[in-house]
């Protein structure tokens, strides 16, 4: 996929699982064509990969160019005079609009620098037609009133009205929408603020013929704003934390990307550990703390013990900023004992009457109701079936309970470490205890032990050619353009698994490879058949002028398997060096 867009995440390899949400997301969209989708909010706490979702949608959506316009604008902090503020916004749409009807990328970047004029964006609406020069010339003249309400009515309006003289279709991505209340005054010196600013999405949020998905970092701020501004206007759609098979991939391919070691039993308990939380995961990656080593169980205890609890830890950093910026808005009288308490007990949940009888809370249920609200706009408590429970989250519990456990019993760092350990020791014992699931675990190491074999397999080709049988007669290991497993895009039919996908970078062959690390059972033909039948798939949305396909399994192969692999040109290998760190030759 063609990066038109500059995603946040950084490298695109880091982009990893939510194969759910993508499908549900890119169906939704898929749906804006026959205009049956309605605005949708997407709903997540801080870090979790809301952003990084809604910018892969923007360039999935732009490179298939099959109907639906992709409009991306982040509303970021920081005091915005609404003329400036709407201004920016329709020239940035304009931009996006040009670029996904040309063709052209550099559009894209334009439309994400500051200073953009009307002249410039006139000169380049040329490339598309006059309709659209005269559209922004029409929106030029509502500019030069000066009027804030105008050009924001004009602006928030844009991407509906522009498209209809062309039956198309906008899907509209905007981020950190709870902004818009904020940070938004109607005068230039930035003394009356637009409080109501979001409002005028009303009416304009329900045209199917452009709908947005929105996102915002505050997950109850926004869905206050979207109940008291804009009821009924929103579908929330809630982005948990990634299922287990998808935080073991992504710590694998953090490993690759960040070039820090993991074994097999330290990304069992990385995954375990945080949760599936994919900040959490890279925090543990992009530590500083200058003993990191997460290739043993106590490197991983000592990264995740700096990250949550010394002053640098940027885990912990985070979500004090969070909380810092949440509390005062509140009033800390019993914010904090309340908090305290449900985070300790996270997995019960209690009443408005039962808090204040267990943590004697002597003011009125009116104003006690509206501290409890307030801590549920700051997404530091949770609501569970009109009961209220700690955030369900292992690490945010420790991080509070170490910030503010003195201000409210005898509490000591040390105490976390203990928890730490102690649950480190229960996630040790779970991990000797696994059947099936361990297998996940098993196969996926070897998936990247065998990556990382094949990232440098072509500076020692002689050596590695002994680790594989049945390859091409001209095969030459050679550098990869990338090396990892390859998923079915979102909606396609049938979907499938591609284990080992390293395109070549120049000439040469692609290697697709199919990877089993079994104890006891061997390789079958039956098997290579249903591989057979994935190669078809890939090769279909994959065309290669050249390729190989490979076998590599553990426990070997059955009896019949070799010639099978032999006759359908597969090569194949159980050599045990591919799951080894470093090769070198059989004596």
Known sequence: MKIYLKEKIGHPDLFTGRNQEMSYLLNWIERIKP??????????????????????????????????????????????????????FYLTFIYQYIAFKTRKAEYVELSRQGGKSFAE???????????????????????????????????????????????????????????????????????????????????????KNAPLLIAGSWVGWLMNDLIMMLPGRFTPYSLENIPPAEAVEMIYRYSLVDSVPVTERTVYLMAELTEGNPFYISGLFRSTYPHKDLTTEEGVLKTLEFETLHKNGNIRGTWLEYIDAALPRINEQYAKDIVLYLSKYRNQSFSRSQLKQILNITMSDNELDKKLKALLRS????????????????????????????????FVPEGVRNEYRALFEELKEKYKSLSGEYNRYKGAYAEFMIVQHLLKAHRQNELYHTMLTNLPSDFTFVEYKSVWAYHSPPLYEPAFEIDIYAPAKSGGYTLIGEVKHRETTKFSPSEADKFLVKVAELLKLEPQAQYALFVYSSAGFTEDCLAYLQTKQIAWSEDKRWLQEGVRSKK
């Open 121 to 207: 964006v006139k000169q380049a609406a040329q490339e598309v037609g006059q309709y659209l020069v005269d559209e922004i010339t029409r929106t030029e003249q509502v500019a030069q009133r000066g009027l804030s309400g105008s050009m924001w009515d004009t602006a928030r309006v844009a991407p509906c009205t522009l498209i209809l003289r062309h039956d198309e279709r906008v899907v509209q991505f905007i981020d950190e929408f709870q902004y818009l209340n904020s940070e938004i005054y109607w005068d230039e010196a930035k003394t009356n603020q637009a409080n109501d600013f979001a409002a005028g999405y009303m009416s304009t949020a329900e045209y």
């Open 35 to 88: 205009e049956l989708s309605k605005s949708t909010a997407l709903l997540a706490r801080r870090k979790v990969g809301k952003t990084a979702i809604l910018q892969r949608l923007y360039n999935l959506t732009f490179e298939k160019n099959n109907g639906v316009i992709p409009f991306y604008y982040e509303i970021t902090e920081g005091k915005k005079w609404a003329f400036e503020f709407s201004l920016d």
């Open 379 to 410: 997404d530091i408590i949770e609501e569970n079936y009109f009961k209220y429970q700690g955030v369900q989250d292992n690490i945010f519990a420790k991080i509070f309970h170490s910030q503010y456990g003195n201000d409210i019993d005898e």
